[in-house]
């Protein structure tokens, strides 16, 4: 909480680098965006929300602090991604969910 | 003993004869009157009178015809021997061996073709799946780097971008681990890994150089022109979608497939390993197979 030392909700900015590309997020800064995602997710489990796209007032309702966390220590792209890979992997552990309740094998995916 | 070879030499002039016949009956009936229809149906008559109107090269059909004659006049001792032999004659045994020999060349020829469309099938990567080929990219030191530069090691390649938010760095992590384990069993320099950016509007060399150093230092990262990134996406078969014309400082995300691709020292594909490889599984098969490589490894 805090790196910027404002209180502006942007995105971090990307820093651009001195041959002409953009620098990115290193093990620090990736480490804080997951945490800032972990809590905002664990706010939306709180309050029953799966997917915060489509349900976003709710979300920005409920989650305002967190949400505004995630925002800020995460790029724009970063959190539109890990909120629609919630949603998938929602989706995709109902799935499991479901099949497993119909006796459904586990396939071995691994091979060695 | 001359007989029985000059009627199967007959039989098949025979063949000739019918051919010369029918020759003959088109140009008769393209010259015969109209009047002499009725003669030229084709009774056992007619036929006689043609076979006996073609050319001299054809007479032995004569001959032929006159066989249960001769046949007729054998010696005792001729159908003794007959009766001894049964069916097996010497045409019998020539056809035999005949047959024997085409047989034989016609088995060996299509096991050499059989051979030669193994050895096609294999370098057209028939079924296994023809990853890999030309490419030209920048290193992230800034020299050129192609394919010919992967030749000589084992190489380990990585299709990813710098941006990406949670699977390429726990790719790169599982990568770190393998290079690790592989230095252990085979020592320094035998596996050479490659990080290929799919977003060089963003990964300059700069960039990947600090991104890569958080990983391990053993790995090589490239970047390219658009152009020259989609073709070696190309080559290795990677969907990527990195927009062609990116606004600076624009942020997106780039969506690619997630291999790592085991190519041999000869710059030839072997395996690809997918995302639900452990490190150590992912390692193993690497191990092995430079365990089996039988040629030279360059293990500078």
Known sequence: MGWFSSDKTESPQMEPSKDGGYIAPDRTARAQCWDGRDNFFKCLDKHGIIDSVKEDEKAKKLCAPELKEFEKVCQGSWVTYFKKRRVMEYQRDQTIKKLNAEGAQPMQTTGR | ?300
């Open chain 2, 1 to 300: 003993m001359a007989s029985p070879f000059s009627s199967a030499m007959c039989t098949a002039q025979q063949g000739m004869c019918k051919q010369c016949a029918a020759s003959i009956t088109r140009r008769t009936f393209a010259s015969l009157p109209q009047n002499l229809k009725s003669e030229i149906r084709p009774t056992p008559s007619s036929t006689t009178t043609f076979t006996k109107r073609s050319p001299s090269k054809c007479q032995p059909s004569r001959s032929f015809a006159s066989m249960p004659k001769r046949s007729a006049a054998r010696t005792v001792e001729e159908v003794k021997t007959k009766n001894k032999l049964g069916p097996f004659s010497w045409q019998a045994g020539i056809l035999f061996l005949l047959a024997g020999a085409g047989l034989t060349l016609y088995f060996r020829y299509e096991k050499a073709r059989m051979t030669r469309l193994r050895i096609a099938e294999a370098n057209k990567g028939i079924g296994k799946p023809l990853v890999g080929g030309p490419f030209t990219l920048t290193d992230m030191h800034g020299h050129t780097f192609t394919d010919a530069d992967l030749k000589g090691k084992y190489s380990l390649v990585y299709f990813g971008f710098t941006h990406c938010p949670d699977i390429c760095p726990e790719e790169l992590d599982k990568m770190a681990g393998m290079i690790d384990r592989v230095k252990e069993k085979h020592g320094k320099g035998v596996l050479r890994p490659v990080f290929i950016s799919c977003d060089p509007a963003r990964d300059t060399p700069e960039v990947i150089q600090r991104y890569l150093a958080e990983f391990h230092g053993d790995i090589l990262g490239m970047t390219g022109t658009w152009q020259e990134v989609k073709d070696v996406c190309k080559v290795y078969r990677v969907y990527f979608s990195t927009p062609p014309d990116v606004k600076p400082g624009q942020d997106y995300l780039v969506d690619h497939s997630i291999y790592f691709y085991l190519m041999d020292p000869e710059g030839d594909f072997v395996e690809a390993i997918g995302r639900n490889f452990t490190v150590d599984a992912a390692a193993k098969v690497i191990n092995d197979h430079i365990s089996d490589w039988k040629g030279k490894i360059d293990r500078s």
